[in-house]
């Protein structure tokens, strides 16, 4: 049995957890069993706003999975450097036992000054590819990397992962107007980027001309298209747009997959 094979294991675990999270989130967000609802007001001015009346809600149990998800991937990297360590073949203390770890660290010197504490008597080879997954890195694995120790921090020390439904800045909401005219140019969407939708929110607004002599209604076709994203804080990314939970999770697996296949061929 390769001496990876637990890693491989917590890797399976996680992507089994995030298969039931995809399912839950799917079945709890679904257009057409729950939809996001839009209610429209006409003032005096003729002006119409349109805001969000309902969001479909996000299950508490997905906050859980999402954190068994995390604990899975970290683990996954943790079993690769015990593994490691142990063909190494070091005598160690059990104080020296419990600090290995997959180091995660912010700066080079940082990473460094942790080998012999976090990753004893492994060789060069392996210790610099466990350098290039590292947070310090300014590249795609770099990155991914920050997002797995700060969601890994939060969930286990702070507080539960929690998705929000976030809404794309796109025009698949328009207003059906009979006894009025609609200038397009008056018609207004409320917001350019992805934001968090809330009940109340103003999505959209238009100035309305009424025709005269004939009964006047007004309807909104079409709706707002959104999607399950981990809230900014969460991740502490501050550009726009906020990551989708599926993007999030799905390219850490990506990643950690791709560190252990490069693991595996130097061992």
Same mark, same amino acid.
């Given at each position: 049995?390769?001496?990876?094979?637990?890693?491989?294991?917590?890797?399976?675990?996680?992507?089994?957890?995030?298969? +039931?999270?995809?399912?839950?989130?799917?079945?709890?967000?679904?257009?057409?069993?729950?939809?996001?609802?839009?209610?429209?007001?006409?003032?005096?001015?003729?002006?119409?706003?349109? &805001?969000?009346?309902?969001?479909?809600?996000?299950?508490?149990?997905?906050?859980?999975?999402?954190?068994?998800?995390?604990?899975?991937?970290?683990?996954?990297?943790?079993?690769?450097?015990?593994?490691?360590?142990?063909?190494?073949?070091? +005598?160690?203390?059990?104080?020296?036992?419990?600090?290995?770890?997959?180091?995660?660290?912010?700066? &080079?010197?940082?990473?460094?000054?942790?080998?012999?504490?976090?990753?004893?008597?492994?060789?060069?080879?392996?210790?610099?590819?466990?350098?290039?997954?590292?947070?310090?890195?300014?590249?795609?694995?770099?990155?991914?990397? +920050?997002?797995?120790?700060?969601?890994?921090?939060?969930?286990?020390? &702070?507080?539960?992962?929690?998705?929000?439904?976030?809404?794309?800045?796109?025009?698949?909401?328009?207003?059906?107007?009979?006894?009025?005219?609609?200038?397009?140019?008056?018609?207004?969407?409320?917001?350019?980027?992805?934001?968090?939708?809330?009940?109340?929110?103003?999505?959209?607004?238009?100035?309305? +001309?009424?025709?005269?002599?004939?009964?006047?209604?007004?309807?909104?076709?079409?709706?707002?298209?959104?999607?399950?994203?981990?809230?900014?804080?969460?991740?502490?990314?501050?550009?726009?747009?906020?990551?989708?939970?599926?993007?999030?999770?799905?390219?850490?697996?990506?990643?950690?997959?791709?560190?252990?296949?490069?693991?595996?061929?130097?061992?």
């Amino acid at each position: 049995m390769s001496i990876l094979a637990s890693s491989w294991q917590k890797l399976t675990w996680g992507n089994q957890h995030f298969e +039931r999270l995809e399912k839950a989130l799917r079945e709890a967000l679904d257009p057409k069993a729950h939809p996001v609802t839009v209610e429209s007001h006409i003032d005096a001015a003729q002006k119409l706003s349109v &805001r969000v009346a309902s969001v479909p809600t996000i299950p508490r149990d997905c906050s859980l999975i999402v954190g068994d998800v995390i604990h899975s991937y970290r683990a996954s990297l943790d079993h690769a450097a015990w593994a490691l360590v142990r063909k190494a073949r070091q +005598r160690l203390s059990a104080r020296q036992e419990a600090d290995v770890a997959f180091s995660m660290s912010w700066t &080079r010197a940082a990473f460094d000054n942790k080998r012999a504490q976090r990753l004893p008597g492994i060789t060069d080879e392996e210790f610099a590819l466990i350098s290039r997954y590292q947070p310090y890195r300014r590249t795609k694995e770099g990155a991914r990397m +920050r997002l797995l120790q700060r969601l890994s921090n939060t969930d286990k020390h &702070r507080e539960l992962i929690v998705a929000v439904m976030q809404a794309w800045p796109d025009s698949r909401l328009r207003v059906r107007a009979v006894g009025y005219s609609v200038p397009i140019s008056s018609v207004r969407y409320m917001y350019s980027r992805p934001v968090q939708l809330r009940v109340g929110m103003l999505v959209l607004e238009a100035q309305l +001309r009424p025709l005269l002599g004939v009964q006047r209604e007004v309807h909104m076709e079409g709706h707002i298209s959104a999607y399950p994203a981990l809230r900014q804080r969460d991740t502490h990314l501050t550009g726009p747009p906020p990551l989708s939970v599926y993007d999030a999770l799905g390219s850490i697996s990506e990643t950690i997959n791709a560190f252990l296949t490069q693991l595996v061929r130097i061992l």
